[in-house]
């Protein structure tokens, strides 16, 4: 059984920084892309940052040079760092796997 479990979500003021985690377990992690997607109230699901197995990294425009994907074969273990955070990033954060998902954790950017 697959499952990936978030965390490290919370409220944070803009200019602020976040870490999010993903455990992923029932899967050969290092063998897998990895992805952190979000969702806006009102908003259709986007992806943030992808990593391949190999460590390719991918992100998105509104994300660049902000937010930094990586990932721990020994932990079966995907993070997102996630700086100088703005309202607009405010969104439940999903961590992906193939066609799994995580339950998602909220991030909320306010003052």
């Known amino acids: 059984q697959v499952q990936l479990v978030e965390s490290g979500g919370g409220l944070v003021q803009p200019g602020g920084s976040l870490r999010l985690s993903c455990a992923a377990s029932?899967?050969?992690?290092?063998?897998?892309?990895m992805g952190w997607y979000r969702q806006a109230p009102g908003k259709q699901r986007e992806l943030v940052a992808g990593?391949?197995?190999?460590?390719?990294?991918n992100y998105a425009d509104s994300v660049k040079g902000r937010f930094t994907i990586s990932r721990d074969n020994a932990v079966n273990t995907v993070s997102l760092q996630m700086n100088n955070l703005k309202p607009e990033d405010t969104a439940v954060y999903y961590c992906?796997?193939?066609?799994?998902w995580g339950q998602g954790t909220q991030v909320t950017v306010s003052s």
């Open positions: 990593i391949t197995s190999r460590g390719s990294t």
């Open positions: 029932g899967i050969i992690f290092r063998f897998n892309d």
């Open positions: 992906k796997c193939n066609i799994y």
